[in-house]
């Protein structure tokens, strides 16, 4: 089985999430214009880390968010990793994924649970604590956001149940690039799983983000990368590589978790 991923390797325009919702619209129309069976966006999509504003620019309850991710899903029969983007519940903020399948149905709403301490992240957002596993595009998959994938711990939790797929969106600044590669290369070695990872591009007031945007094998060979610029990038995933690739060497089964802290 094969299926084939579109990474939106988008700018994110500071604080101004009616520009950052026309952005995503057009870049899920390219996506559907190469019939991907999946696209994924980046971290933080809508506002950016604008985390003083958020009172005023967070998106209430997600709503915005997931009524625009539904209907991009209905009206091009596409399933979609919807990044994440700054949500407001309760009276708290959070860095909430949404992921909507073709049907336009909610499969995965998840707040990042690693926040990110030189961006001040945890002075104004909520850590989330739960897991999340979802089937997309047939595929039983799980996803993460940035900091999340400095926890090799955490994304073999979410992979035990044989997650195929590991969806990652990330505001990654450039000064660590070579790392942000590095990870997401042992995270698909070590999980045998296919990595999509999606970084954004463009400026805010603190960092520089220059993509690199990357799918990764479950041997932890390079199957694309972006450049540096707004794009749209397209990779097949061969599913079947995975079976093969988890019985010569089983690490799942060679796990001692009765040792591990
Ligand atoms: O871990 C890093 O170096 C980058 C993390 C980050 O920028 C984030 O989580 O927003």
């Given at each position: ?43 933080m ?45 309760d009276?708290?903020?959070?860095n ?17 649970v690693?926040?990110?301490g ?32 400095r926890?090799?711990?955490w ?47 463009g400026d ?54 009765d040792?591990?802290?």
């Open positions: 089985m094969t299926i084939k991923v579109g990474l939106a390797q988008t700018n994110v325009t500071f604080a101004n999430p009616e520009e950052n919702f026309k952005r995503v619209e057009e870049y899920a129309k390219k996506a559907a214009d190469q019939k991907v069976d999946v696209v994924v966006f980046p971290e999509w809508n506002t950016g880390y604008a985390l003083d504003q958020l009172d005023e620019i967070a998106d209430k309850n997600g709503i915005q968010t997931q009524t625009l991710l539904k209907k991009l899903a209905i009206q091009y029969h596409l399933n979609i990793v919807g990044g994440s983007v700054s949500t407001k519940r009276g708290h903020f959070y909430t994924s949404y992921v909507v399948n073709e049907q336009g149905n909610v499969v995965s709403a998840y707040d990042k690693h926040l990110f030189l961006m001040h992240e945890g002075d104004f957002i909520t850590a989330g604590s739960n897991e999340t596993t979802f089937e997309l595009a047939g595929v039983p998959s799980t996803g993460v956001i940035c900091y999340d994938i926890f090799p711990e994304l073999r939790t979410l992979s035990r149940h044989d997650a195929k797929v590991i969806y990652i969106s990330a505001e990654w600044p450039d000064v660590r690039i070579p790392q942000w590669e590095l990870l997401v290369r042992a995270r698909a070695i070590e999980n045998q799983a296919y990595v999509v990872a999606v970084n954004r591009v805010d007031p603190d960092n520089h983000f220059n993509g690199h945007s990357l799918v990764v094998d479950p041997l932890g060979k390079i199957v694309e990368q972006a450049g540096e610029q707004e794009e749209l990038v397209v990779a097949s995933l061969d599913l079947d590589s995975i079976d093969q690739v988890r019985g010569q060497i089983p690490v799942f089964e060679d796990r001692r978790p040792l591990y802290k």
